[in-house]
């Protein structure tokens, strides 16, 4: 059985029902309670591998995790690999500013659900993006497009990778419009 890039609850649920256990015997069997594999089931929650792979093993299978080619390019894995840029001073933006607006701006334009998050006087703005396998995948392609770069050594090559990012990476890296944290949400 193969799992959609984002909604590991549904090949839960088909899985539990074709092997005849009810959400209560599944929950005695992880551990846990039956309204937590409810929200499992549901998509209410983002499962962590651990998870699923103790969900799989109290029906008696097994969670395999492979990376496979796609069977249509909007279902590929993105990892996006920017070249050393020259170095150049950049500007920290600061939350409200126009570099900060611009950034946020240009994600949501390359179709990112994100939003811009409080941050303390003096730090880099902060992007929260809803964790999805698309999202995901637009973010990677949007912040190389912005030549998102490590802050910690913005002379390297990055690799942006749109799993990193599903799986809810933080990041704190160099744009072309200046210093900006990224974070997951759900």
Avoid: F
Wanted: charged share 25%; with cysteine.
């Amino acid at each position: 059985m193969s799992v959609a890039d984002d909604d590991p609850g549904r090949a839960l649920r088909d899985l539990r029902l074709g092997a005849g256990v009810s959400q209560v015997e599944l929950a005695l069997r992880m551990g846990t309670t039956q309204s937590a594999v409810a929200r499992l089931e549901a998509g209410r929650v983002s499962p962590s591998i651990r998870t699923l792979a103790g969900a799989y093993r109290a029906l008696g299978h097994r969670l395999e995790l492979a990376a496979v080619a796609p069977m249509e390019p909007a279902a590929s894995r993105v990892d996006v690999v920017a070249p050393p840029a020259p170095r150049r001073p950049r500007p920290v933006t600061r939350e409200g500013s126009p570099g900060a607006r611009d950034a946020l701006a240009r994600l949501r334009a390359a179709g990112v659900r994100c939003r811009r998050a409080p941050v303390p006087r003096g730090a880099a703005p902060r992007v929260v993006y809803e964790r999805t396998a698309t999202n995901a995948q637009s973010l990677a392609v949007a912040l190389l497009a912005m030549g998102a770069r490590r802050r910690d050594d913005p002379d390297a090559a990055y690799a942006i990778d749109a799993w990193q990012l599903w799986a809810g990476v933080e990041l704190e890296l160099v744009t072309d419009a200046g210093d900006l944290d990224i974070a997951a949400r759900g």
